[in-house]
């Protein structure tokens, strides 16, 4: 077996160098090509390696716009709950005061002030109250909590609110309880 061998690699050696020029010069064509190639699919690496990092760095940047939209929406909401609750405090120290007095003249008057501040901050928050005797009935913002008969009212109207509604623009934040006229 092992002369056999040696004998298939002394043939072939003495094949390669009866090699005719011809084909010395296409093994030349075939080494370049494969050069030139080579040279290519290291572009190609070169240009795929920079894709992935310029995608690697999308997809980080987009991470961290969306952690930071997630912070900034919980703050805005933060924001708000915690100016909400200082524009109460006011009125609670109104409620304290009036609740120190015993003269029903000086009580009467810190209510008036504690509607009168309770207002001011629900203006300033732009809601407003809604539902008035005489007003025309809405089911989609009042909610009818008896009916009466009553003439010098017309069909459908407000004939008397047990509760005001109050709404921001056009959101409903407690629907009026009224009695209904028909």
């Known amino acids: 077996m092992a002369e056999e061998i040696k004998k298939e690699e002394a043939a072939c050696a003495e094949e390669k160098a009866k090699k005719k ?11 370049s ?17 920079e894709q992935n990092d ?65 207002n001011e901050v629900l203006e300033k928050m732009s809601v407003t109250a809604y539902g008035e005797t005489g007003d025309e009935f809405d089911p989609n913002i009042h ?9 010098d009212l017309g069909e459908n109207v407000i004939a008397d609110v047990f509760q005001k509604g109050y709404k921001k623009g056009d959101r409903v934040l407690r629907h009026a309880m009224v009695t209904v006229a028909n």
């Open 143 to 151: 909610n009818a909590m008896m009916h009466v008969e009553r003439e």
């Open 33 to 49: 090509e494969l050069d030139k190639a080579l040279r290519e699919l290291e572009e190609k690496k070169k240009e795929l390696d």
């Open 54 to 118: 310029r995608y690697m760095r999308m997809i980080a940047e987009y991470d961290n716009y969306r952690k930071r939209t997630a912070k900034e929406k919980e703050s805005i909401y933060t924001d708000a709950y915690f100016d909400a609750l200082s524009s109460i405090l006011p009125i609670i120290d109104n409620v304290e005061r009036a609740a120190s007095y015993t003269d029903g003249e000086k009580v009467a008057e810190g209510v008036a002030l504690i509607l009168k501040s309770f």
């Open 21 to 31: 020029p011809a084909e010395k010069k296409d093994d030349k064509k075939l080494k």
